[in-house]
């Protein structure tokens, strides 16, 4: 073993994390696997949900949530609530069918899609007050806050 080497030994017993560094960076500065990283993007990015826009409004009494739901149906949404949270999903399906009288064949493409999103509330809200509202592909929720009470400071 040269002299050189056994620097580099030491060093590396020195500092236990300088060796697994030294490795990393050797990894990630040579080319990767030819679609490696595609295939890994296509992997997490179909795996999540997907989500969908919402606008939300606070006055001293309620929350005013607007969700932006093009193309669902009022039976395809859910709404689950919580103490301080709401959950919306949306589970949509479209279907797509074609037939070709020339050439005897018929054609029936399907898609499946769901949507989910949780927003969550600084206060309690009244679950047995919540209203919701569902009308040109816009979804409108009224969720009344709890009403906490005041105590006074005694001498």
């Known amino acids: ?14 500092e236990p994390f300088t060796h697994f ?32 826009p919402v606008d939300l409004h606070e006055t001293n009494s309620e929350y005013i949530l607007t969700a932006s739901l ?23 399906v479209d279907s797509l069918a074609t037939q070709h009288r020339t050439q005897g064949m018929f054609q029936k493409d399907l898609s499946a899609s769901r949507l989910s999103r949780t927003i969550s509330f600084p206060k309690p809200i009244n679950e047995k007050k919540v209203t919701a509202r569902h009308r040109d592909g816009i979804l ?3 969720l009344p806050k709890v009403k906490g009470n005041r105590i006074e400071i005694n001498d």
């Open 21 to 52: 560094i030294h490795k990393m960076d050797r990894m990630f500065s040579e080319r990767p696997a030819k679609g490696m990283l595609q295939s890994l993007d296509d992997f997490f990015s179909s795996a999540k949900e997907r989500s969908f």
């Open 1 to 14: 073993m040269t002299s050189s080497e056994k620097n580099n030994n030491n060093k590396y017993r020195k």
């Open 70 to 92: 093009p193309g669902i149906a009022r039976s395809q949404i859910s709404i689950d609530l919580l103490t301080q949270a709401v959950t919306i999903s949306a589970n949509h």
């Open 140 to 142: 409108t929720l009224h």
